[in-house]
């Protein structure tokens, strides 16, 4: 049998495969996207707070570059003002770090969707092999990786440096300015060119996106042998099932022809239904369905009911009737206790005349069973 590896994979990838890769961590994402979204939102608050900061900035260097003769006596004084500098700064850039790396992770969620898997962090020391390491680095995907992020920075290069040429005057004159308009100025400055660099960061997002997802179905792609071999294994599994489900349907069986020598009595529809019913006014509010079935279980139930001396009374409506709507180890519907108190009542009548104790009953009246209950009158 040839090898799969070695054969051209060019079936679309199956839903199975597409989910176990999954739960590999293995889903489409756009990188890009995930730059842009931070950047945009890093300029977002940049503009947003941008007077904010640059007083914030102002107020730092001031304090950090103001001395008198005390802080010169103190030989830790410049530590202690870094510390202060540094402390105030962290307090700024932690906030804009967590919002960035949210607004990266959402990005990153709404390309290839949430995926929680440990797979991906499991070590593989297959690619510890040099040889298939080399081979990894030659391939079409890491060459057009590579091909695209060369081509990305030489256009953000290009923006970058077009813009400050073309800027480098405003950026000269922040010179000329006092602390706090120097600030605001520059940021004003940054600003524009952040907002030349994103919008080719978005050219690039739109145009990567579908294109990560053109790649991940290319390389989930399948072979014939492949597919064959899931088919196989689908198959084996609706097989190991099917035999889980009949076997407990058998053993289901056994156990609830094993409540028919219990019952009370038996109703049946000649041979079509059987249902066995059991009642007890000490345990039960109503009388309970122990068994049922219709075809050859209905005639097993008869037989095992008469073995066992169990009355088999023949009610055709309300054996239908009791087959399609009472459910197995529950009592019947109310409205069925009617019918099913008068066919008790004559089963108590016939074991105290076989007592002894009481005449023989007639024959079974009619039992008054609701149209819309015998699924026969309602057809």
Known sequence: MADTSTQDRHLPASARKLQKAREEGQVARSRDLSHVAAIGAGLALLIAFAPAASRLLADTLKHGLRFDARTL???????????????????????????????????????????????????????????????????????????????????????????????????????????????????????GGLLLMLLALAAFAAVDVP????????????????????????????????????????MANRRMLAAVPKADLVVMNPTHYAVALKYDEATMAAPRVVAKGADLMALRIRDLARGAQVPVLQAPPLARALYAHAELDREIPARLFGAVAQVLAHVYQLRAALAGSAPMPGELPAIDVPAELDPHAAA
């Open 73 to 191: 006596a103190e030989p830790d004084a410049m530590l202690r003002q870094l510390a202060e500098a540094a402390h105030a700064l962290l307090m700024v850039a932690a906030p804009v770090g967590l919002v960035l790396a949210l607004v990266a992770l959402g990005a990153a969620v709404a390309s290839g969707g949430w995926v929680w898997s440990w797979k991906a962090l499991v070590p593989k020391f297959e690619r510890l092999d040099p040889i298939a390491g080399a081979g990894r680095l030659v391939s079409m995907q890491q060459v057009g990786v590579a091909l695209k992020s060369c081509l990305l920075a030489l256009v953000l290069g290009v923006v970058g440096a077009l813009y400050l040429r073309s800027h480098v005057e405003d950026f000269g004159a922040a010179l000329g300015l006092p602390l706090p308009a120097a600030v605001s100025h520059t940021a004003g400055a940054i600003a």
């Open 211 to 250: 294109l990560q997802r053109l790649l991940h179905a290319r390389r989930l792609r399948m072979s014939h042998q492949e597919a064959k071999q899931e088919h196989k294994e689908l198959e084996g599994q609706v097989e190991i099932k099917a035999k889980v489900r009949a076997r407990m349907r058998e």
